[in-house]
């Protein structure tokens, strides 16, 4: 058979003929539903490439994993607090009365082969999921890849990270043993503080009073529903985004604010892609496979009365620990406060929750206090190498001491028994850092990108130290530098200088109050920085060099530049 | 630039290295580096070696998938796990397990690093560059602005404002059934948050054996973990949980002498043994350690600490009220038994507990 042309239904052109099967398969879902256009949208779309693009990858394979893992897991699970006596085969719980949830996880884990991979397999996934959203977000943060026009999606991402934690949670509450089950009793502690409101929100959360027979059945819909279908449309919506804006990339030779640089999707990309999924699959099932997580076996079914000292909840949600752990209920006075002898507010639970949310509302509406200070309105495909925006840099890094000092705080009795020190100085420091950590580390970091920035425009100017030490002819000892190429020369210095812009009058003239705070944050943001090297500096930076060059050809020692 | 510049405040640190006040040039963009080219680029023999591990790589991924099911069906896990007789069924699972997932993982590693070997080594690695678009251009606002309005001006929105009011009141009120249906979630009942199990007459037994307890049997520093008696008889359907989840209490003997009694409660030790709530105050996890020297009760959750001697009053940690005290006597046969419910609502504080307390005073004073 070879390719034909034949008259087409309209009579009015040739339609093509395939010549093998696979082409005329291909070639009939083409002309049922258009795969053309779509090959040749995507099928050599570039994508810029660095080792710090792969994380949300890494998040998106997980989530895959774990619905994939999830599904095996629903097959067996029962998610109802019936109670059961258990008759398997796990010797320490035989004739222990149990909810079916509890019972149905011991089967999985026991009875069911390659059960206890599976459930171990979703727990690992779930903890890397979060882990890769919250490294993710750190890498769009601090190159500045949240600015215009991807603002939108930094808010889908952090809703994402909200997801995420739900999902965690959600799923961490169901096997229905003592550990989970105390977390749970805590989420009903937190809901009844919510002023006015809160008895009754926990009251229809839990189907009444705490535990209920109901919580459960709430929370597997919420784990295998809700949350799944909330994060797969945000997926959508988030990758859907990075097709319209397609993808920010690093400054350097030939990339420019106009253009993308990198590899095409077929075939480099989606092998490198497609094979990182297995990547990071074969991980995860190696993990699974050797290293255990969640031994709810060894807790027992849940009950209101034991719990065991060094309990900690998944890593994710530390922090939300940590913060109910920092705040004194009764120091320096009582923290129980009640509204006209009519609402307890107990303010020893609501303030380390107002923490929270201050910190998860600053991740979200932080794009626009920048764009608000800045002025910077422009849009930015070129991302920012973190020393080059040091004010940004900075409070990124207090952002995370102050989430990781509330991550600390969870386990501030752990540290307590393994390097014997009182539970309670580890408080008192934690409490301490809790409002300084985050200054000092701002601090700090700012300083750090600036020094980083000099020691840029040091390699610009002078070269790159070879570690070759020559004497002149005067005795006088000197170090060649060896002067940068060109690209890696634009790498350096083809940062933008930002500066101070201070308040600026409004049409009519004027120079709002708000308008004085955004000009001394601008100074706050730009009164520090480094600028970048000019052509000009380099030019006498040069003539300075050929001096010593001249000096070293005189006295008569070979130049190895030449 | 310059000029502008110029006016702007300095470093107040002299931190600033700035340009010289020369006219402001950037370097020129050189463009892409030129390709260096990798050894399969250049050398048959490389790119030869490259496809062969290449495809070594596949075959362990078919060896691991292999090994799944050698695990699957070649490892039996029969009778009891972690049973102390027989710990065959035990090592087999563990063995299964590894087998299981090891293969999973082989097949999948395999298959991952062969691709992307493959990519890195084999396939062109030329860096192409590609335009990009403005999100939105001027012309193409301009065109929707259009079709906007002329799909607004067709529906007609605008010039009956009858029908867009009655929309949007119709729009408003329409998902408001579906909030309503979310009421019947649970109780709004909250009385059952003021009362436990325990009243007059209730023997303090045992957790989780059931049995009575003797005053003689509370030594100096010993501690039980409590339930009351009446407690055994609810089934799980009848709400067994919740009440334990309320009921558990901690009892001790303290030294009489070291401890702090307020007026009113005299009578509510038994010779120095004390009963107090097990939930925290906090966010009612349960408060299970207890420092026999120092008198101190530490919840494993979040660390509030309650002194023994006053009350339980918190000494440190984010709880913010004391353990309710349970009041004990003990009966003609010398078992300890509760003379009334906690005065106050047990566990962590809810939106509507100033009211119940204020009411249960009240109650209490009549």
Partial sequence: MSASTTTSTHGTSAEYQADTNVGKIANFVDTRVGLSPIIKEFGRKIFPDHWSFMFGEVALYCFIILLLSGTFLAFWFDPTMATTEYTGNYVPMQGVEMSAAYASTLHISFDIRGGLFLRQLHHWAALLFSVAIMVHMARIFFTGAFRRPRELNWVVGCLLFVMALVAGFSGYSLPDDVLSGNGLRIVDGLARSIPLVGAYISMLIFGGEFPGHAIIGRMYIVHVFIVPVIILALIVVHLFMVVVHKHTQFPGPGRTENNVVGFPVGPVYAAKAGGFFFIVFGVLAAIASMVQINAIWNYGPYDPSPVQAGSQPDWYMLWTDGALRLMPGNWPFNWEWDLFNLVSLPMAVLLPILALTVFVIGMFIWPWVERWVTKDNRVHNILDRPRNAPTRTGLGVAAMVYYGVLMIAATGDLIATHFHVAVNDVIYLLRFLFFFGPIIAFIITRRICLSLQRKDREIVLHGRETGRVQQLAHGEFIEVHEPLDEYRRYTLVSYEDAQVMPAQENAKGKITGSEKVRGRLSRFFYEDRVAPVTPTELEAAHHEHAHDVDQLESAGSTSTRH | ?366
Avoid at chain 2, 214 to 225: E, W
């Fill in chain 2, 1 to 366: 630039m310059a000029d502008h510049r110029d006016g702007l405040p300095q470093g107040k640190k002299g931190n600033v290295l700035d340009r010289t006040a020369s006219a402001p040039e950037t370097f020129q963009d050189p463009g892409l580096p030129p390709h260096r080219p990798r050894s399969t680029d250049v050398d048959s023999g490389a790119a030869k070696r490259a496809e062969r591990q290449v495809a070594l790589l596949f075959a362990v991924s078919i060896i691991g998938s292999v090994l799944f099911f050698i695990g699957y069906f070649g490892i039996r896990v029969d009778g009891d796990i972690y049973s102390v007789t027989d710990p065959e069924a035990t090592s087999a699972l563990r063995l299964q397990n590894l087998l299981l997932g090891g293969g999973i993982a082989l097949g999948m590693l395999g298959i991952g690093v062969g691709v992307v070997h493959w990519a890195r080594t084999l396939m062109p690695d030329h860096e192409l560059v590609e335009e990009r678009h403005d999100v939105v251009t001027e012309a193409q606002r301009a065109e929707a602005e259009q079709i906007m309005g002329t799909i607004l001006d067709e529906s007609g929105i605008k010039r009956r404002p009858l029908i867009r009011n009655t929309l949007i009141g119709a729009a408003v009120l329409a998902p408001l059934p579906f909030v309503g249906l979310l009421r019947d979630l649970g109780p709004l009942d909250l009385t059952p948050l003021r009362h436990t199990l325990w009243e007059d007459g209730v023997r303090l037994v045992r957790d989780p054996s059931g049995t009575p307890i003797k005053a003689s049997d509370v030594t100096l520093g010993s501690t039980f973990h409590v339930l009351p008696e009446n407690l055994s008889g609810l089934s799980h359907d009848d709400g067994y949980l919740d009440e334990k989840a309320k009921a558990v209490v901690l009892l001790m003997r303290l030294d009489p002498d070291t401890v702090n009694v307020s007026p009113g409660r005299e009578d509510w030790n038994v010779d120095g043994i004390f009963a107090y709530s097990k939930v925290c105050t906090h966010v009612g996890c349960p408060i299970a350690l207890y420092e026999q020297r120092t008198h101190h009760l530490l919840c494993p959750c979040h660390q509030s600490t309650f002194d023994l001697a006053n009350e339980c009053e918190v000494i440190f940690g984010p709880a913010s009220r004391p353990l309710p005290q349970l009041p004990i006597s003990v009966d003609d046969e010398g078992y300890l038994v509760a003379t009334g419910d906690f005065p106050e609502p047990v566990g962590p504080t809810y939106s509507q507990r100033v009211i119940a307390v204020n009411e249960m005073e009240e109650e209490n004073g009549n």
